[in-house]
Protein backbone atom coordinates (compact mmCIF):
# COMPACT_ATOMS: atom_id res chain seq x y z
CA UNK A 1 0.00 0.00 0.00
CA UNK A 2 2.75 2.55 0.99
CA UNK A 3 4.62 2.30 -2.75
CA UNK A 4 0.88 2.93 -4.42
CA UNK A 5 0.78 5.78 -3.02
CA UNK A 6 3.84 7.34 -3.81
CA UNK A 7 4.01 5.52 -7.43
CA UNK A 8 0.32 7.20 -8.11
CA UNK A 9 1.42 10.83 -7.13
CA UNK A 10 5.13 10.00 -9.44
CA UNK A 11 2.92 8.53 -12.10
CA UNK A 12 0.21 11.75 -11.99
CA UNK A 13 3.17 13.37 -12.91
CA UNK A 14 4.42 11.88 -15.27
CA UNK A 15 1.12 12.17 -16.80
CA UNK A 16 0.52 15.48 -16.77
CA UNK A 17 3.97 17.06 -18.04
CA UNK A 18 4.32 18.94 -21.03
CA UNK A 19 5.26 16.27 -23.36
CA UNK A 20 3.45 13.40 -21.72
CA UNK A 21 3.62 9.70 -23.72
CA UNK A 22 0.47 7.75 -22.19
CA UNK A 23 1.93 4.31 -23.72
CA UNK A 24 5.00 4.64 -21.43
CA UNK A 25 2.66 5.88 -18.56
CA UNK A 26 0.11 2.98 -19.06
CA UNK A 27 3.41 0.44 -19.50
CA UNK A 28 4.85 1.72 -15.88
CA UNK A 29 1.36 1.45 -14.23
CA UNK A 30 0.61 -2.06 -15.60
CA UNK A 31 3.92 -3.09 -14.56
CA UNK A 32 3.54 -1.52 -11.38
CA UNK A 33 0.42 -3.50 -10.68
CA UNK A 34 1.88 -6.92 -11.77
CA UNK A 35 5.11 -6.62 -9.40
CA UNK A 36 2.82 -5.80 -6.38
CA UNK A 37 0.67 -8.43 -7.43
CA UNK A 38 3.31 -10.65 -7.27
CA UNK A 39 5.20 -9.44 -4.29
CA UNK A 40 1.92 -10.43 -2.43
CA UNK A 41 1.66 -13.91 -3.68
CA UNK A 42 5.45 -14.55 -2.91
CA UNK A 43 4.84 -12.90 0.41
CA UNK A 44 2.42 -15.61 1.21
CA UNK A 45 3.56 -18.32 -0.56
CA UNK A 46 6.69 -17.21 1.64
CA UNK A 47 9.19 -17.43 -1.59
CA UNK A 48 11.24 -14.59 -0.24
CA UNK A 49 13.79 -14.20 -3.48
CA UNK A 50 10.92 -13.80 -5.78
CA UNK A 51 9.39 -11.12 -3.22
CA UNK A 52 12.97 -9.36 -2.85
CA UNK A 53 12.82 -9.14 -6.61
CA UNK A 54 9.66 -7.90 -7.00
CA UNK A 55 9.94 -5.66 -4.25
CA UNK A 56 13.20 -4.60 -6.34
CA UNK A 57 11.33 -4.07 -9.37
CA UNK A 58 9.05 -1.58 -7.85
CA UNK A 59 11.44 0.24 -6.43
CA UNK A 60 13.31 0.49 -10.05
CA UNK A 61 9.82 1.46 -11.19
CA UNK A 62 9.55 4.53 -9.40
CA UNK A 63 13.43 5.72 -9.93
CA UNK A 64 12.68 5.24 -13.46
CA UNK A 65 9.55 7.42 -13.13
CA UNK A 66 11.37 10.23 -11.12
CA UNK A 67 13.84 10.07 -13.91
CA UNK A 68 11.39 10.72 -16.55
CA UNK A 69 9.78 13.69 -14.79
CA UNK A 70 13.37 15.02 -13.67
CA UNK A 71 14.10 14.86 -17.51
CA UNK A 72 11.66 16.68 -18.81
Avoid: C
Avoid at 2 to 19: D, K
Avoid at 37 to 63: P, S, Y
Amino acid sequence: MEQSLVFIVLLYFMETAPAANAQIALMFGIAFIVTRIVHGMAMFTRRLLIRQIAHVATVGLQLATAIIILAR
